[in-house]
Each structure stands twice: as C-alpha cells, then as structure tokens.
C-alpha cells in the first residue's frame, strides 16, 4: 500500500443508533465545516482562517445534538436552508 500526503480519507462510522441525515454526517466527521478544517489543516495559505473554524467545527456539532435530543429535528438552520439562486447558477454554469 501507497501512502500520498495529499490524500485524505473520510468514511462511514456505524454506532448503532437513529438520528438524522445531518447527524449521520457529523458523528462520521464528514459534515462541512468538519471537511473545512480539513483543508485548512492541509492548506498552508489558508492558515490565518484555521483557529475560528475549528473552533465553530468543534461547538455546532454540540448545539446539533441538542437540537435532535430535546426536539427530534436538526437545527433550523439545517431544516431551512436552500440553494441561494446566484449560487445555482455558478453551480450550473460549472457543470457545463
């Protein structure tokens, strides 16, 4: 087996219990503000903004769980969030 710096690997973590799809996403440690500090850890350049998001990759999951404990949904913001338009068509426009 070949091991590559530049290769970094996250998977499914299975602990037998129910929750949400997001939740699901954060106990594997593949939600995004978790792949964020990943990057950051990885990316010389982006240095100066790696203490604040490892600090908020490591509280929200908290205020997450919470959430899903005391009300069986994930945080609103979650729930609510969709596509801003400007976005779906950089998304599009990249695609092509």
Do not use: Y
Request: include cysteine.
């Amino acid at each position: 087996m070949h091991h590559h710096a530049n290769l970094h690997v996250h998977g499914f973590r299975e602990e037998g219990t129910s929750t949400t799809p997001c939740e699901m996403v954060v106990l594997n440690q593949v939600d995004r503000l978790r792949l964020l500090a990943a990057v950051l850890d990885r990316v010389p350049q982006l240095a100066h903004c790696k203490a604040s998001v490892h600090q908020l990759a490591e509280r929200k999951p908290g205020a997450q769980r919470r959430c899903i404990e005391e009300h069986g949904i994930d945080l609103r913001e979650i729930v609510d969030w969709r596509w801003r338009r400007r976005w779906r068509g950089a998304a599009a426009a990249a695609s092509r």
